[in-house]
């Protein structure tokens, strides 16, 4: 009898799930908290698609989900390197980009970049840097370098913490020492790890979690860092905290909207597209979000400019990840083995 | 027949144990002889070059050359689960006893109490840890107000607070089995013990503690094998500066792209835990033996 019971739930269960693949769905997986809930709300309402959102907290949890043959997503949000990675794997649907009402409203320097040369498969969503930022109760003095970070005086002892995966850390360390990102020289490989051997007596922790209150509580004095987080906790939490301007560079990044390979509801996903890069939407995104857009905004309504909130206006060049040949990403993966042996 | 149904009547627990367990370890197994995909994922060729990675690997100056950095690393984890499972040993033992000396009304309260944290995540457990030990935490709060000090560095990010970390996660586990063999402990005998002049500590050793043993070491197993995949507080905690096999086996998977160095390590961990259960059933088995 119970086994009866369960095994019709189950089947019943079944066929909802399936169910749930039929029309009128669209299944997000995106950066965590990244799309502004009442703009899902909206979609929602203007045409009766039901949506479904979950978030991951890194590109690779992203491509190895992708790679490991999950389905079910409509859309993803990929950075560029991995965009570039998962087009030339066969991950992404051609959903000729360019003729999207969307691609209208991208800034002209962002198409045709070579993470998608013929604008087939993504329209950009979100960009910004990573870089460093420091709690300016607890250091007082110049942010104009890397060297205040990578090279820390002795104020800055033990009060250090950096990201629990090296994509950008490395970045940021090799524009410092001006090596190239993607090196597959091993000598200029060895400097950077030398350098980040040398830093490490002065780090507390190499974790990429619950960095806002870290940094804004004080329990650091320094931490790697992203443009628009560290600007939503000075400007909403009244941190008394500062985005670095390393005169060396920042490390770029800029994420995309694309369509998995195999996805069901493609038509759904991508109005949903043409919906996030209207000008009204893509304010309200933007307003949420905290991170700087590369399509067309409202400026009346968009509430952050270059006086209030200048960590999204860098003033310092800014290089962008790129993807790696298997050959450099061994060396990264070497640097950050060996830096936590 | 009745042994027919032996067979068959357990199916379903072999279907599940088949498609959630054997399946999978094979998968990760098979995984760990392939050859990488140049972008993560990998590609069906029989390769031991996995295995021959954990101890050598190709120097800053293109030569082969033996690398003990993973052997640091799966000794450090031994030795981090170790320390945690002995600590929580100790810690079991007398709070086993003093739940188990208690009327019933108050045993099953606290056995309750126990389990109670098992309704949390864990995540959110450790995260109360670092509203614990850090700035301006309760630890420093409650000093500040005392009047002992005026203010202390942070707690955080250290070996100590990973393992404090690690034994309030695992300790229940141990508390569990070593309550349920130190309730059956018949009182009488530990008056007989006193009566033929025992001391107490003699009490302990002799009576108490042989009679505890077996809950002790079921414990230890259920403390010992989850530590060695221990993510989470050695991160959060600890302050991540050094890796253990958890965070190399992510490391692997993630931004290293190579699957099947990440399976390889996998199947190590697999290994040693199998080590660890298969000592401790021949020992049992042992035992009834000469019994």
Redesign the interface.
Known sequence: MTLKTTLLASAALLALSTAARAEGELHLYIWSDSIAPELITKFEAETGTKVTVDGYN?N??L??KL?AGATGYDLVMPSQHFVR?MI??GLLEDIDAASLAAFQQVDPKWRGQWWDETNDYSIPVAYGTAGYTVNRDQYKGAVDSWSVFFEPSAELQGKI?LL????EVVGAAQLYLGVPFCSEN??EM?KVLDLLMAQ?PS?????S??IE?RIG???VAAHFWWDGNSMKTRANDGANIEYAMPKEGLVGWIDSLAVPKGAANIDNAKAFIDFMSTPENATVQYNYYGHSSPVALDLAVAKYTPENAPELFPTVKVEFSR?C??AA??L???V???L?? | MRADFRIWGLLPAWVIMGFTLIIPIGIVIAVSFAARGAYGGFDWALSGEPYVQILYQVGWTDELEFNPQYLYIIARTLWLAAITTLICMAVSLPVAYYIARQPRAVKAALVYLVTLPFWVSMIVRVYAWLMILGNDGVIEKALVATGLTSGIDSLLFNDGAMLVGMVYSYLPLMILPVFASVEKLDGALIEASHDLYANRWVTLRRVILPLAWPGLMAGAILVFVPCLGAVLEPILLGGGKQLLMGNLIQTQFGGGRNWPFGAAIAVVLMGLVMIVLMARALRDGGRHDAA
Request: charged share 25%; proline share 7%; no cysteine.
């Open positions: 890194s690779e949890d491509l190895t790679q990675i030339d794997q913490a629990s995966y090296p994509d091993p000598d060895k490490k780090v507390a922790a190499y974790t979690d619950n209150n509580g004080g329990e993807a040949s298997p990403q061994d990264v993966t070497k950050w083995t060996q936590l042996q």
